[in-house]
């Protein structure tokens, strides 16, 4: 018999070598601190649209090209999209890969992330800040999931690719990256701690 994987979903995962070193990563939660007190827009907003919790995705969502701590991380990350769009075999024709959007998220106790996609954008990702103990990680979900109209549950055991939705984890320095139409959540944080994220996108367009 022949069995084949076919149209496989993939996410890259990588630590951002050199972020803890050379002082980034702390330069990244002063500013992200920082940002949720100054930024009366931002809250108006998270208050409508992110309960609990603080994101900039409404009101400061370029923060690359407005601080060069977030520049810094562009150029981090940059390296990282370009070999993830290499293991995608993506034909960009020419174009550069660039980052378009950047934006800080802040999740005390309690505040949740709904099941949400990233649309006009290529590649999209995580960098994580700030990871409490506990705190959740990001649920990913099979993106045929709605066609399976009659399919039976999988095993508990089952491989992650055959399952329905994986949770892959939140650590500090850490890096994930997955195609903009890959439907995610963050479930509700259980823990004291903040979960400080920084989430961006990359475009060809």
Not at 34 to 60: E, I, N, V
Not at 111 to 138: D, E, F, M, Q, W
């Amino acid at each position: 018999m022949t069995l084949q994987k076919l149209f496989p979903t993939l996410v890259y995962s990588a630590r951002l070598t050199g972020a803890a070193r050379n002082g980034l990563n702390e330069r990244l939660l002063r500013e992200c601190r920082q940002l949720s007190l100054d930024d009366a827009a931002g809250r108006r907003w998270s208050a409508q649209s992110y309960p609990g919790g603080y994101t900039s995705y409404g009101s400061a969502h370029r923060m690359h090209r407005m601080s060069p701590t977030f520049a810094a991380l562009e150029r981090a990350l940059d390296r990282h999209a370009a070999r993830f769009a290499s293991s995608l075999e993506l034909d960009l024709a020419g174009r550069k890969l660039a980052m378009t959007d950047c934006w800080v998220n802040i999740m005390p106790r309690g505040t949740a992330h709904g099941l949400h996609l990233h649309p006009l954008s290529t590649i999209s990702g995580t960098y994580y800040v700030k990871t409490p103990r506990g705190c959740p990680g990001l649920k990913v979900e099979d993106p045929r999931l709605e066609r399976m109209m009659a399919a039976p549950p999988r095993l508990a055991k089952a491989a992650p690719e055959n399952k329905p939705w994986v949770v892959l984890p939140a650590e500090a320095g850490g890096v994930l990256l997955f195609e903009s139409w890959l439907r995610h959540e963050v479930p509700a944080n259980r823990v004291a701690g903040e979960r400080i994220s920084i989430s961006f996108n990359y475009s060809w367009f």
